[in-house]
Every structure is written in structure tokens, then in C-alpha cells.
């Protein structure tokens, strides 16, 4: 069997999960959230598979690779402590509150104005993360194709079936392939970290080079700039995926509040150990094919590292085990964030323009959201043709962590959150965003860190004065 037929008989199996999954989508709320029913193993699973995806395989190993553990700070440790933070922090809370999407806490919490703002800020930022996923799918069919299917026709190809699943089964869908790729991704990057490291000349040796090029240092110099650029980055990721919608679906599916809290801090401790295999498996290449290595990270292709290992140095059964996994990180992440703004879009923005929307006309207008989305998404990842999967994960969240993150924090913990204190929240940090980002302010502080102090001004400004009336 070779690896194209290999990808055609995976495709059809998750199309088949699919189908399986359509079967127990009665409402929008199971298309949205799985009928609040998933056990705590798959709860792990799919919290877990939140990052696991085409960075995780492609880009982190580049990144590493080129400016070490230092400049993996948004992913995987931020990504990770993101997770942890939900499930002591948030869950709970949520989980009582039986919402069907982030945006319905915003709407309740603090009225339309800002539901929609924030339900918006949502779905523009997941422009850039599945553009990840559709571009490393193009990846996926070029590299296995040997240049038959160019990564254009690819990341279509691929782009199609995930939507096929996902519009058939939603959540359900998302949570039912999600346990089977994480099983297939935990396997198969794991057999090649052990492969590599015995070509490698054993994994003493690939620690060894990673600490000659100062690979492990992970804090920053003492610098002004150097810590700021670090705290900087490090809350992007983690702060920005709080309000996310696809966060809150994999949590809010849980069957009960304690599985809610404690699913995802396993997943996230899990993610954070797991995304070390990958790095490792960077170290083991830069050693293995040094010249390739080198050639792969000075240009624009630094997300080829690791496939052009396995492609030219491993058997074909590790081929197979290697472009299974990363199809199944890819695809687990894919499904779940065109899910995410196609719900939200529905239920916080586009039943305020029907609300005469039943249950049945939801459930259909989510479904055709979803295409709608993925489209774009599509159109979006060509025209990005040539950004490393890791920048345009990263850049994705800088706007929820500005503009989503306080409100949602201040509404939970803080009882004198007002209203006006979230639209000024909202003002001050996007508005500050965007000043440090268009000017040479950004140069000295970073945008998102600045952005996010203003929010917090913003909220406590605006609401004290509401609070201070008898």
C-alpha cells in the first residue's frame, strides 16, 4: 500500500465517522456541544487535540529548530497553560451557566453590544488558525504525491472532506475523531522520536546538541525589551484562547461540571509533555541531515523538516505512521475550528437578524455556515501562500486577548463588572492594539501586552462610576 492510497483510506474512514456522528445530531445543541454527554477520557482527548495540529508537527519543529526553546513560548507552553487555566478557572463557572456558545455569556453578562463585538473578534481570529490547517494539508498531498497534487489543489482536497465530517456530525464529530486521531498522532510521533534518536546516535547525543547550541535555554537575558517581547508572546496564545469558542465546545461537552474542570487540565499538562517529541524529533534531524536541515530553515520551507527526515531516512512503515499522524493533528483541529465561528456566528449574530430562528432552522443555518466559513478559509490560506504555519497560529490571537479575555474574566470574578466597563474595556484595548501596532510604539512594547493592560483600565474605569450610585 503507498502513502497516497494510505491518506485516500484514512479520508474516507473519518468521512465515515462522520456519518456515524450525523446519527445523533437531533438539535443545534448537539451539532454544537455533543448534547453536554462526553465522558472524561474524551473530554481529554479532545482538549488535548485543541493544539495538536499542523504547528505542533510542522511548525513547532522549526521554530525550535532555528531560535530554540526561547521562541516556542506561544506553543506549546502557553497553548498548554491555556488549557489548565479553563479548567481551574472557568469551567465551573461556565458549566452552570448551560450555554451553547461563548457569546451567549457576553449577551447575558453584559447585553448585545458586546456579544457581538466579542463574537465577532472570534471568528476573525480563526481565520488564521485554520489557514494553518488548509496550508499544511496542501503540504500533506504535495509531499505524498511527490509534486503530482500541488499544495493548491491539496488544501482543497483536504479542505473538503474535513468540512464534509464536520457539517455531518459537528461536535459529535469533532469528539468521535478526535479519540481516534490522538491515539494515532501519540503512536506515530512517538515510534519516530525512537527511530531518530537511534540514527541520531542515541538520544544522549541529541540533548548533547541541543545544549551546545543553546537550544534548551528557554527564559530570556535580563533585558527590558527581552522580557517584555517574552511576556508578550507567552499571553498571546494563552490569555487569547480563553474566550474561544472552540475551547468552550470541547469543555461545555463535558457530562458533568467536574468533568469539564478536570478534562482539560489533563489535556493540557498531556499537550505540553507531548509537544517535547516533535523538538526532539527537530534536534534529531538537524544531526541526521544537516546540510537538508540547514537549507529547509534558511529559506521559506522550515515547516518540511521533519517530513523530509522520514521521507528520505525512515521506512515505509514510518512513513505511513508519520503522515497518519499528522493528518490526524491537522484534521482534529480543522474540524473543531470551522465548527466554532460557524456556531457562534449563527447563534450570536445572526439570530439578532431572525429571531423568530426554531431549533430545526438553527441547526441548518449552522450547517451552511459552516461551508460558508470554510471557504473562506480556503481562499484566505491561498492567498497567505508562503507564511510559516507557526506566524499565522500565532498572529490569530492577539485581538481575543485585547478585546475578549477581560470581560469574560471580570464578568465571573468580578461582581462590580458593569456593562459600560466592558464596552470601555473593549475600546481602550483594541484602540491601544492598534496604536502600538501601526506606529513605532510597538518597537519598545509589545501590542497585545499594552492592548491588555488598557482593557483592564478600561473595565475598572467604566465600571466604578456605575458602582459609586446609591
Known sequence: MNLLTMVVLYLLGSIAIGLYAA?????????????????????????????????TVLGLPAKFATGGLRDTIEDPWGAGMCLVLVGL??????????????????????????EVFCSAVSIVSYLGWVAAQITALGIVFYQLSDGWISPQTGAIIGTAVV?????????????????????????????????????????GAVLDHAVEHDLHVFFPPLEWRAVLAFVGAGITIMLGSIPQQDVFQRVMSAKDERTAAIGPVIGGVLYMVFALVPMFIALASLIIIPDESHQLL????????VPTLVRSHMPAVTQVLFFGALLSAIMSTASATILAPST????????????????????RLMRGASVVFAAGTLAYALRMAGTSIYDLVSS????????????????????RATNRGAILSI???VGTWLLFMLTPLGETFPQQLAGLLMAVVGMVIGSLPDNRRP
Not at 456558545?101 to 447575558?108: F, K, Q, V
Not at 534558511?298 to 523538516?305: A, F, K, R, T, W
Not at 457562534?344 to 441547526?363: A, C, G, K, T
Open 89 to 114: 478557572f472557568f469551567a465551573r463557572k461556565l458549566y452552570r451557566m448551560d450555554l451553547m456558545t461563548i457569546g451567549d455569556y457576553y449577551r447575558d453578562r453584559y447585553g448585545r453590544v458586546v
Open 427 to 429: 475600546v481602550l484595548g
Open 163 to 203: 468540512l464534509l465530517y464536520t457539517m455531518l456530525g459537528g461536535m459529535w464529530s469533532v469528539a468521535l475523531t478526535d479519540a481516534v486521531q490522538m491515539t494515532i498522532i501519540v503512536i506515530g510521533l512517538s515510534v519516530i522520536a525512537v527511530l531518530a534518536a537511534n540514527m541520531a546516535g542515541g538520544p
Open 23 to 55: 446519527r445523533r445530531v437531533k438539535t443545534a445543541k448537539d451539532f454544537a456541544v455533543a448534547g453536554r454527554s462526553l465522558p472524561l477520557a474524551v473530554v481529554v482527548a479532545t482538549t488535548f487535540a485543541t493544539w495538536v495540529a499542523s504547528e
Open 298 to 305: 534558511s529559506g521559506e520551507h522550515g515547516d518540511l523538516l
Open 396 to 415: 490569530s490571537y492577539e485581538v481575543p486577548v485585547v478585546g475578549a479575555v477581560v470581560p469574560l474574566a471580570a464578568g465571573l470574578y468580578w461582581p
Open 344 to 363: 457562534i456566528f449563527v447563534e450570536n449574530i445572526l439570530r439578532h437578524l431572525m429571531p423568530s430562528m426554531n431549533d430545526h432552522q438553527e441547526l
